[in-house]
């Protein structure tokens, strides 16, 4: 089991939770899950004990958001592809994928950690500059691991009947 799926299965992720994270809002909303962490766990400073409010409401907000919303009318933008190469990334032990798709996200995925590390450290040591910088890194990989899993999706989707299906547009139906 790769860490991805371990991760997916951690969070619980079935198939109608995976529809409604595909949702652009819950796409979009969830970049604010590293702030809402940084923030409750730097508010020890200024609420002591009480920061185990904010933190756990930054971990709530984190498994609920991919549940939050509706399944999207249509999965045919960014958002939502993104979301189902994803897919199809955690699916890559089951239905390999082309060559050309394994090594960026697994850097991307590498830098991501670099900068989570950062960010663990800036709020640790309560400076502002190694927090920033690893906030940065890691929205930057992220979004940049988003736009890969649309290409992953886009030369995927064709591979299995269920991948296909993914794709949709109710309003053009």
């Given at each position: 089991m790769t860490i991805e799926q371990k991760i997916a299965s951690f969070f619980q992720m079935d198939d109608e939770t995976w529809a409604r994270h595909a949702n652009p809002l819950s796409v979009w909303t969830r970049t604010t899950t590293l702030l809402l962490l940084i923030f409750a766990f730097w508010s020890r400073v200024w609420l002591?004990?009480?920061?185990?409010?904010?933190?756990?409401?930054?971990?709530?907000?984190?498994?609920i958001n991919p549940r939050l919303f509706k399944k999207p009318k249509s999965t045919d933008n960014w958002a939502s592809m993104g979301v189902l190469g994803?897919?199809?990334w955690l699916?890559?032990?089951?239905?390999?994928?082309?060559?050309?798709?394994r090594l960026v996200p697994n850097i991307l995925s590498s830098l991501s950690g670099i900068g989570a590390l950062c960010v663990i450290w800036g709020v640790f040591s309560l400076e502002i500059w190694p927090t920033l910088f690893g906030a940065v890194v890691?929205?930057?990989?992220?979004?940049w691991f988003l736009d890969r899993m649309v290409w992953l999706y886009q030369d995927m989707k064709d591979a299995?009947?269920?991948?296909?299906?993914?794709?949709?547009?109710t309003d053009r139906e």
């Open positions: 002591g004990m009480w920061s185990l409010v904010p933190i756990a409401i930054a971990i709530i907000w984190t498994w994803e897919r199809v699916n890559r032990t089951e239905i390999p994928i082309p060559k050309h798709h890691v929205y930057l990989s992220k979004l299995t009947p269920e991948y296909n299906s993914w794709l949709y547009d």
